[in-house]
């Protein structure tokens, strides 16, 4: 059974920083493409950023580049998300997934499994 748990949620300042982490088990880690993804109230979901199984080659939505970084530790079966100057419309709840077509970096994966979602509020 293929669980992922999203962590580090939280209420922040504009400006400020979260790091959000998802914990994988019950698949093999680094075979699979990562991913984050983020819904805002009224909105529909969105995509964040991915990174390859291996962790080589990151790919993000192309308003967020240079703010949020992704990362993985294979060792650890984790995938994060930097998140720096924040905003308000950065609100919303993020959630990772899993990807088995993780290979080519330069489109958007379908992704075979969903964490619950983290909650991020940025108020100013």
């Known amino acids: 059974q293929v669980q992922l748990i999203a962590s580090g949620g939280g209420l922040v300042q504009v400006g400020g920083s979260l790091r959000l982490s998802c914990a994988a088990s019950?698949?093999?880690?680094?075979?699979?493409?990562m991913g984050w993804f983020r819904r805002a109230p009224g909105k529909e979901r969105e995509f964040v950023a991915q990174i390859t199984g291996s962790g080589d080659s990151t790919m993000y939505a192309g308003s967020l580049k240079g703010r949020f970084a992704i990362s993985r530790d294979n060792a650890k079966n984790t995938v994060n998300l930097q998140m720096n100057s924040l905003k308000t419309e950065d609100t919303a709840t993020y959630f990772c997934?899993?990807?088995?077509?993780?290979?080519?970096?330069?489109?958007?994966?379908?992704?075979?499994?969903w964490g619950q979602g983290t909650q991020v509020t940025v108020s100013s």
């Open positions: 019950g698949l093999t880690f680094s075979a699979y493409g």
């Open positions: 997934a899993a990807s088995r077509a993780g290979g080519r970096i330069d489109y958007i994966w379908p992704y075979d499994y």
